[in-house]
């Protein structure tokens, strides 16, 4: 798997898990305690996230930061 095909799967799963939650961006980047567009970014896999926002983002979403990188739907 490429790294670009990896950020998409992340981003995708991302977006899964906030829309579930019916969550914002800005509510999840305010619950994480992350710039929006920062947020923005990595849902749409144009950056490679640190362990710590992945971790943040996990928390926001109210799920353990191994379902993030889980990536079957």
């Given at each position: 798997m490429s790294d670009n095909e990896i950020l998409l799967?992340?981003?995708t799963k991302i977006i899964y898990e906030r829309?579930?939650?019916?969550?914002?961006?800005?509510?999840v980047a305010s619950l994480a305690n992350i710039n929006m567009r920062s947020l923005s970014l990595?849902?749409?896999g144009?950056?490679?996230a640190r362990f710590l926002t992945?971790?943040?983002i996990?928390?926001?979403?109210?799920?353990?930061?191994?379902?993030?990188v889980n990536f079957r739907l």
């Amino acid at each position: 798997m490429s790294d670009n095909e990896i950020l998409l799967k992340l981003a995708t799963k991302i977006i899964y898990e906030r829309k579930r939650k019916n969550l914002s961006q800005e509510e999840v980047a305010s619950l994480a305690n992350i710039n929006m567009r920062s947020l923005s970014l990595i849902e749409n896999g144009q950056t490679n996230a640190r362990f710590l926002t992945l971790y943040r983002i996990a928390n926001a979403l109210n799920i353990d930061i191994s379902e993030l990188v889980n990536f079957r739907l």
